[in-house]
């Protein structure tokens, strides 16, 4: 069974507007953390923003939010006051602590920001 | 800079040639992996490595090897490539897997091509 779904293979925003990336997660285990990391066209895996299963508030790094919604298995990426820089492919991925070994991705959301 | 330092950047070689992809990290990290990303398949382990002389294979190890003789290098070889290795490759560090709350740092990825 996939353990991380991403649901939304594309989106397209106009520049300056917030968007929100999708991410649901499947574990068994209590304790696992959640990532968000950034693809841009150069190919590079940039790491974004950290929420981990235990933490009470969600995760903010700048422009960059994490809704995280534990009862829903949810982990939700936001990204206000979009720039064109922000067009790359984003990855909603998961360490459990029994599989601490890998980390596990989600297939990916494209996102476009329209000027 | 702390950082994950991954050569070549890009490669091309012809089936069956022997090629080594190096991986360097200077962030003292205990863990140490390598995934290759493919369209479709998104990103899969191939080896990780959870301290010096420590390894283990991941979801597709199959045609691989790798050696963990110091801390901060973590070597892929490819004894005889094939055409379904072409693929982009990625090597990440982090800390121990002890804590699953640790996010990996990525290489710039190498982009290698087996014809």
């Known amino acids: 069974a996939q353990k991380i779904t991403q649901t939304q293979p594309g989106m397209f925003v106009q520049e300056k507007e917030a968007v929100t990336l999708d991410c649901t997660y499947d574990?068994?285990?209590?304790?696992?953390?959640l990532f968000w990391y950034k693809q841009p066209s150069s190919g590079e895996m940039i790491f974004l923003i950290y929420?981990?299963?235990?933490?009470?508030q969600n995760a903010t790094e700048g422009r960059y939010s994490l809704n995280f919604q534990k009862a829903r298995k949810s982990a939700n990426l936001v990204i206000s006051a979009s720039q064109l820089g922000d067009s790359a492919m984003y990855f909603c991925?998961?360490?459990?602590?029994?599989?601490?070994?890998?980390?596990?991705f989600g297939q990916g959301t494209r996102l476009t920001i329209n000027p | 800079e702390a950082q994950v330092t991954q050569n070549p950047r890009y490669l091309i070689t012809v089936t069956g040639k022997k090629l080594t992809v190096t991986c360097s990290q200077n962030?003292?990290?205990?863990?140490m992996s390598w995934y290759r990303q493919d369209p479709g398949l998104g990103l899969r382990q191939i080896y990780y490595?959870?301290?010096?002389?420590?390894?283990d294979k991941g979801d597709v190890p199959e045609g691989y090897k790798v050696s963990r003789k110091e801390k901060r290098n973590f070597p892929l070889i490819l004894e005889s490539p094939s055409p379904n290795q072409t693929s982009l490759y990625f090597c990440?560090?982090?800390?121990?897997?002890?804590?699953?709350?640790?996010?990996?740092?990525f290489g710039n990825g190498t982009r290698l091509t087996v014809t």
């Open positions: 990440a560090s982090s800390l121990s897997t002890g804590y699953y709350n640790s996010p990996l740092h």
């Open positions: 574990t068994s285990d209590q304790s696992y953390g």
């Open positions: 929420q981990g299963s235990y933490d009470e």
């Open positions: 991925a998961m360490r459990e602590v029994q599989g601490a070994q890998k980390l596990v």
């Open positions: 962030m003292n990290h205990e863990y």
């Open positions: 490595s959870m301290n010096v002389e420590v390894t």
